[in-house]
């Protein structure tokens, strides 16, 4: 069984470092995923009989590496996706990209259309049908060799929203072919990783900040 690397644990939270390549939620694959391993890290840690229970508050696509925080109590998860849906909740990653950003820093506003069939969106510069509003701020941190390493706050939590809006501004995530990369990483994963994550504990109501530690390819 695959080990979990855990950065974050209370008796009602528990937050891992995702891999890129795992699945957060088991699909239609049936492939192992990081729900099903922090089950099992739980039930062996903690030596408990029975089903575990742990929920996913948030998901990360399959591609992308960092931090994905889970609940232990059904109360957590409750009121963490409260939390969440209401926006209360700061996420900052690191996209590692393709070229530089004409501006180092500024505010991306797109309207963000997906397509079901292809799971690809398409991010429109005005409102376009049913397309949804996906705003998101970005800072230029630094350069690594020929890439570029941006912090990315998304305001909205719209799907692929990331990775489209940096390639509709000519900056396409390293790696991520589907919205414009030149070619594929190796281990098919893409050079963008979810960082922290800012929130109040939904219990102990603490100023909670969890940091995940990025991959080397951002070092």
């Given at each position: ?176 072919v589907k919205y414009g990369a030149k070619q594929p990483l190796p281990d098919a994963s893409i050079g963008l990783h979810a960082h922290e994550l800012h929130f ?20």
């Amino acid at each position: 069984m695959q080990k979990i690397k855990v950065i974050y644990e209370d008796n009602h939270l528990i937050a891992v470092n995702k891999p890129a390549g795992l699945l957060v939620q088991g699909d239609k694959t049936g492939d192992i995923c990081l729900l099903d391993l922090t089950k099992e890290y739980i039930k062996e840690t903690y030596n408990k009989p029975g089903n575990i229970f742990c929920g996913c508050i948030h998901r990360i696509d399959r591609p992308v590496s960092g931090l994905v925080l889970m609940a232990k109590t059904s109360k957590a998860l409750e009121r963490m996706n409260k939390i969440f849906s209401q926006r209360e909740v700061q996420k900052i990653y690191w996209a590692l990209v393709e070229n530089k950003p004409m501006q180092s820093e500024g505010t991306l506003k797109h309207y963000i259309l997906k397509n079901e069939q292809t799971n690809k969106v398409k991010a429109y510069n005005t409102p376009n049908g049913n397309a949804q509003e996906a705003v998101l701020e970005y800072k230029l941190l630094k350069a690594v060799g020929k890439y570029y390493i941006l912090e990315v706050k998304p305001h909205t939590g719209r799907p692929h929203q990331i990775r489209a809006q940096l390639s509709a501004m000519g900056c396409p995530i390293v790696g991520d072919v589907k919205y414009g990369a030149k070619q594929p990483l190796p281990d098919a994963s893409i050079g963008l990783h979810a960082h922290e994550l800012h929130f109040v504990h939904p219990v102990k109501k603490e100023d909670v900040i969890i940091v995940a530690e990025p991959p080397k390819m951002f070092l």
